[in-house]
């Protein structure tokens, strides 16, 4: 199973971009990279996944270096309602998503 | 739809009491996962069914747990005789054959006194 290391922590500026990594050295060729966020007292939410190319979609971006070693997900203008903890993941053949520690992420005003 | 339910969303028990969970999946979604979260710590894989086959388990699943998903549709995770480091958020998971997004429930928070 691939491990993922975030940071623990990180404030963002509303209006700005948040830009968010996570390294995942040991991910293997199959593994899907995920991004999903969870508010207090929710389930987890899905944000995004890919494998090799850049992904994008109507919440966020997600960058995925050449050797797919690490990746980012950027939330191109963060809101006060983007404030949460995000969790990057791997999920290959075995089918089970292995979740991070997850960053948590402040929008200030 | 409603999404993910589970039941119930609270859970108190006493130690060495049995406790067992439901989760209701999103309709036509064959995967079923279980979860267990501790207080700042991310999601732990405990369990999964496609369809009514449990196909992985994960060694956090000692023989105190035991999950089942009859005809396929929901799910019980039970945990005998537990014990204080039971105490945790267990969340369920669905998701269909494609595997591409994964919704989840609330969770049920479970504390042992």
């Known amino acids: 199973d691939a491990k993922t290391t975030q940071p623990p922590s990180m404030d963002c500026a509303e209006g700005r971009a948040a830009n968010l990594p996570c390294n995942h050295s040991?991910?293997?060729?199959?593994?899907?990279v995920y991004w999903y966020r969870q508010i207090h007292s929710q389930g987890p939410q899905y944000i995004i996944h890919g494998l090799k190319n850049n992904e994008t979609n109507e919440m966020a971006s997600l960058i995925i270096t050449e050797d797919r070693k690490s990746s980012t997900l950027i939330l191109p203008h963060a809101t006060l309602r983007d404030t949460a903890v995000y969790y990057c993941g791997a999920q290959g053949g075995s089918e089970k998503l292995v979740f991070g520690k997850g960053t948590k992420l402040t929008v200030n005003p | 739809d409603t999404g993910v339910s589970q039941d119930p969303r609270h859970k108190i028990t006493k130690r060495g009491q049995n406790v067992t969970f439901r989760c209701d999946p999103i309709s036509e979604h064959n995967r079923l996962y279980w979860y267990r979260q501790t207080l700042g710590q991310g999601p732990e894989f405990l369990t999964y069914f496609q369809n009514e086959a449990q196909l992985e388990k994960s060694r956090l699943l000692s023989d105190r747990f035991s999950a089942e998903r009859p005809k396929g549709s929901f799910s019980t995770l039970e945990i005998q005789r537990t014990e204080q480091g039971d105490s945790a958020m267990y969340l369920c998971?669905?998701?269909?054959?494609?595997?591409?997004?994964?919704?989840f429930g609330q969770g049920t928070r479970l504390t042992v006194v």
């Open positions: 998971a669905s998701a269909d054959i494609s595997n591409t997004e994964a919704f």
């Open positions: 040991t991910i293997s060729g199959n593994e899907y």
